[in-house]
């Protein structure tokens, strides 16, 4: 609000084009209604003329307030109009801004969510990047000897390079597993072969006690002749 009120102008605040079209013809209005209550001050009614130019003179009078009557009743119609237009061109600009906030409201959430997820991701690469792999913790080959044994791996990524390297001590694994195997069916084998010589001398034991005691009898009537 200005401070000096001679210079407060209600147009300025009026920045719609429809208002601003009200508030014009409502100003029309006013100087319609003040050259009205003019021209009756300046001519005032004679109740009882009585000479001709006092009663023609009255009839100028009445005839030119009902035309400015009538003027103010037009204008008045126009203003009806256009109040009626300007309270739905209202309407519909609450309805847009409404419609325009709403819009705003689900960017702004939509901005929120997005720097959650954000936010939500860089801790989830960030306890990726930093979790102990169990990869990590494999006895691998160092990468010098294995690129000197499979050459065709030097331009490959770190991320491909330890896949091979894992792919690798993989295969190494499943031909130490598959030897020891072997080597497991060999044992279990001698074992087998062990036990069946093992057995066979018991048995060749039990022979040769029961040839002994079957020979006791010889050997004392040996013994007294």
């Known amino acids: 609000m200005p401070a000096d009120l001679s210079s407060f102008n209600t147009a300025d605040l ?28 300046a001519h005032p ?9 006092e009663i023609d003179n009255d009839k100028k009078v009445k005839l030119e307030i009902h035309k400015r009557e009538k003027l103010i009743r037009s204008q008045l ?34 901005l929120h969510n997005l720097k959650y997820e954000e936010q939500s991701l860089r801790s989830e ?3 990726a990047e930093n979790y102990d792999h169990k990869y990590t913790k ?14 065709e791996h030097e331009d490959a990524s770190d ?4 896949i091979a390297r894992i792919e690798h001590e993989h295969r190494e694994r499943v031909k130490l597993e598959d030897r020891r195997q072997e080597k497991l069916k060999q044992k279990q084998k001698l074992i087998s072969e062990v036990k069946k010589g093992k057995d066979e001398l018991t048995k060749l034991d039990s022979m040769v006690e029961k040839f002994v005691e079957a020979a006791e009898p010889i050997k004392k009537m040996l013994a007294t002749e």
């Open 77 to 110: 119609s126009v203003i009806k109009t256009l109040y009626r237009q300007s309270v739905l061109k209202v309407r519909e600009e609450k309805a847009k801004t409404a419609d325009d906030r709403a819009v705003n409201d689900a960017l702004i959430l939509g």
């Open 125 to 127: 690469i960030a306890a």
């Open 138 to 151: 494999l006895p691998l080959i160092p990468v010098e000897d294995f690129l000197e044994q499979f050459p």
């Open 159 to 162: 991320h491909d390079l330890m």
């Open 45 to 53: 009614r004679n109740p009882k003329p009585v000479t001709r130019e």
């Open 14 to 41: 009026i920045k719609t084009p429809h208002n601003s079209r009200l508030y014009q013809e409502n100003q029309n209005l006013k100087k319609h209604v003040n050259d009205l209550i003019d021209y009756q001050l």
